[in-house]
Antibody
Framework: QLHLQESGPGLVKPSETLSLTCTVS??????????WAWIRQSPGKGLEYIGS???????YFNPSLKSRLTMSVDASKSQFSLNLNSVTAADTATYYC???????????????WGQGTWVTVSS | DIQMTQSPSSLSASVGDRVTITCRAG??????LNWYQQKPGKAPKLLIY???TLQSGVPSRFSGSGSGADFTLTISSLQPEDFATYFC?????????FGRGTKLEIK
């Protein structure tokens, strides 16, 4: 069974960089069938798709965050990562990593999620 | 971005009831519509993808329908474990967007 686990600091200062890692177990991260995604959830904005990265490093970023965002994959550690710079209080949220499954027509969904990690942006 | 509008935002129902939640997309999205269930303190769980395909392991009392811009999630006979918040999500075009959720509460 696939398992995803987020890790990273729970508190980040304004203007600094939020860095999170997702460790994948139970299956290979080196697969052409899936993207590896980040989604966040806050009371104010609800669920927001941040972006996703392919095993070869190709990535898609939400345009609203693109200028502050980088994502990467480290297949040797079965991990993928998120870096969001210049954070503000608006970036306070629960951050989830997830597997994005792409298939045929209409097959594009998030089928496995990590438990989520709450990140507060505050001085 | 495609706006996803769910209704109602909250709903009270009893065990055994039949419940329907609706989701409307801001533009046609074919059947690129997914439904998730979320319980407090937990991650969302995929229930239905492609508007009507039940994810493996999800009870058959859950069903989805619709295409274009209007979709429904139906629970045929509510069970105690179904009281949760339900979200729709479009995967027709990026950035993928979610509805604000429908909180299903016990009457």
């Amino acid at each position: 069974q696939l398992h995803l686990q987020e890790s990273g600091p729970g508190l980040v200062k304004p203007s600094e960089t939020l860095s999170l890692t997702c460790t994948v177990s139970g299956d290979s991260i080196n697969t052409r069938s899936y993207f590896w995604a980040w989604i966040r959830q806050s009371p104010g904005k609800g669920l927001e798709y941040i972006g996703s990265v392919f095993y070869n490093g190709d990535a898609y970023f939400n345009p609203s965050l693109k200028s502050r965002l980088t994502m990467s994959v480290d297949a040797s550690k079965s991990q993928f990562s998120l870096n969001l710079n210049s954070v503000t209080a608006a970036d306070t949220a629960t951050y989830y990593c997830a597997r994005r499954h792409l298939g045929g027509h209409s097959v594009d969904y998030f089928d496995f999620w990590g438990q989520g990690t709450w990140v507060t942006v505050s001085s | 971005d495609i706006q996803m509008t769910q209704s109602p935002s909250s709903l009270s129902a009893s065990v055994g009831d039949r419940v329907t939640i609706t989701c409307r997309a801001g533009q046609p999205i074919s059947t690129y519509l997914n439904w998730y269930q979320q319980k407090p303190g937990k991650a969302p769980k995929l229930l239905i993808y492609g508007a009507s395909t039940l994810q493996s392991g999800v009870p058959s009392r859950f069903s989805g329908s619709g295409s274009g811009a209007d979709f429904t999630l139906t629970i045929s006979s509510l069970q105690p474990e179904d009281f949760a918040t339900y979200f729709c999500q479009q995967s027709y075009t990026t950035p993928y967007t979610f509805g604000r959720g429908t909180k299903l509460e016990i009457k």
